[in-house]
Nanobody
């Protein structure tokens, strides 16, 4: 069992930056790939970024590539999402999730555990 708690959301101006954190409980954190997803009102949950259990491989949605960076610190049981150059289309509730395998990291249905989400708002 893995419990995930996101933090770091808030209100930021367009062009600004935020860093989201996701703290995981349990001693098996380093065996999970981790992902970030987001969901805006009235829209489907969408993939943002994912990282392999070792941190050696990262994956991004085209919409955030070059602006967002996912990283993890297995010693701290934490995964991060650094978001730069935030745009008016980025506001959503951002969720972190844990995935036992390495396949289909962009598909939310394959993730095993989810956090409660943190709100990101971007003002223009």
């Amino acid at each position: 069992q893995v419990q995930l708690v996101e933090s770091g959301g808030g209100l930021v101006q367009a062009g600004g930056s935020l860093r989201l954190s996701c703290a995981a409980s349990g001693r098996t954190f380093s065996s999970y790939a981790m992902g970030w997803f987001r969901q805006a009102p009235g829209k489907e949950r969408e993939f943002v970024a994912a990282i392999s259990w070792s941190g050696g491989s990262t994956y991004y949605a085209d919409s955030v590539k070059g602006r967002f960076t996912i990283s993890r610190d297995n010693a701290k049981n934490t995964v991060y999402l650094q978001m730069n150059s935030l745009k008016p289309e980025d506001p959503a509730v951002y969720y972190c999730a844990a995935h036992r395998g390495l396949d289909s990291l962009s598909a939310y249905a394959f993730y095993d555990y989810w956090g409660q989400g943190t709100q990101v708002t971007v003002s223009s």
